[in-house]
């Protein structure tokens, strides 16, 4: 269980290390928890790439690839139709 609810999407994103240590520390701060961003700092960066992600697991929930499928489904009525026929 994370320290925080704060969601971030770590699938399917840039995957360098400093990339991933930076979009984590911004949700963190934006999700009130500016406190925790210097402790998670340097706890993913104490060691290898799979300690990275284990640390942003402690810290934050990942927003999984498939919620944004669900959040991105067809709907037929938010399309915008053109009535100039």
């Given amino acids: 269980m994370p320290k925080t609810n704060v969601r971030v999407k770590l699938v ?12 984590v520390s911004q949700a963190l701060r934006r999700g009130g928890h500016a406190d925790l961003v210097d402790e998670f700092r340097e706890e993913a960066m104490s060691g290898d790439y799979n300690h990275l992600l284990a640390t942003c697991l ?10 944004e499928e669900e959040e991105e489904e067809y709907n037929p009525f938010d399309d915008e139709y053109d009535d100039d026929d």
């Fill in 58 to 67: 402690e810290y934050v929930e990942e927003e999984s690839w498939e919620e």
């Fill in 12 to 23: 399917g994103e840039d995957g360098n290390a400093f990339s991933i240590i930076g979009r």
